[in-house]
T-cell receptor
Framework: NAGVTQTPKFRILKIGQSMTLQCAQD?????MYWYRQDPGMGLKLIYY???????DKGEVPNGYNVSRSTTEYFPLRLELAAPSQTSVYFC????????????FGDGTRLSIL | KNEVEQSPQNLTAQEGEFITINCSYS?????LHWLQQHPGGGIVSLFM???GKKKHGRLIATINIQEKHSSLHITASHPRDSAVYIC??????????FGQGTRLTINP
């Protein structure tokens, strides 16, 4: 009963490095999302996908890229890490249909030094 | 001004007290969600509602669409209820807009 699985849980990067945050879901959900959560702030949508091969920008997409080649996986790529990208990142998924609840992963805590 | 505002931002209470957390929003919505985030960081969906009231155990959520307001109540609060409670609204296409969260601490 895995739900949404994110890896890694923690990571420290140097400025300018790149990395991919992994997200997988086993619920056959069409919708997947990437959020970032900064201290004292609400979650902000980075990118989302309504199905394999379809992605779109959210509120704060700059500095990130995504791909969705299959229903299960939705990786988030940071190309040139910057200190402003220090945050906790959450992946979520939801089923098709109006007003479905979102299921969240446990988060990835990322520090850029 | 944020589209979703929660109050209070922080709340400390004694075990057994009745807790109310409020959420106001300024836009049209199709549904409102209440989420719980424990100190370990994981986020769990508690309720999704578009009208009226829902109850699950000691938790009750209400929404008034006309007044653009929702409340989350906890009866007989317990230290294990200590968490951040997040209100979020559906603006369409399954995208959520989140409040900043209410940090609840229940002391024994």
């Amino acid at each position: 009963n895995a739900g949404v699985t994110q890896t890694p849980k923690f990571r420290i990067l140097k400025i300018g490095q790149s990395m991919t945050l992994q997200c997988a879901q086993d619920m056959n959900h069409n919708y997947m999302y990437w959020y970032r959560q900064d201290p004292g702030m609400g979650l902000k949508l980075i990118y989302y996908s309504v199905g394999a091969g379809i992605t779109d920008k959210g509120e704060v997409p700059n500095g990130y890229n995504v791909s969705r080649s299959t229903t299960e996986y939705f990786p988030l790529r940071l190309e040139l890490a910057a200190p402003s990208q220090t945050s906790v990142y959450f992946c979520a998924s939801s089923g098709q249909g109006r007003n479905q609840p979102q299921h969240f992963g446990d988060g990835t805590r990322l520090s850029i030094l | 001004k944020n589209e979703v505002e929660q109050s209070p931002q922080n709340l400390t209470a004694q075990e057994g007290e009745f807790i109310t957390i409020n959420c106001s929003y300024s836009v049209g919505i199709s549904a409102l969600h209440w989420l719980q985030q424990h100190p370990g960081g994981g986020i769990v969906s508690l309720f999704m509602l578009s009208s009226g009231k829902k109850k699950h155990g000691r938790l009750i959520a209400t929404i008034n669409i006309q007044e653009k307001h929702s409340s989350l109540h906890i009866t007989a609060s317990h230290p294990r209820d200590s968490a951040v409670y997040i209100c979020a609204v559906n603006r369409g296409a399954q995208k959520l807009v989140f409040g900043q969260g209410t940090r609840l601490t229940i002391n024994p």
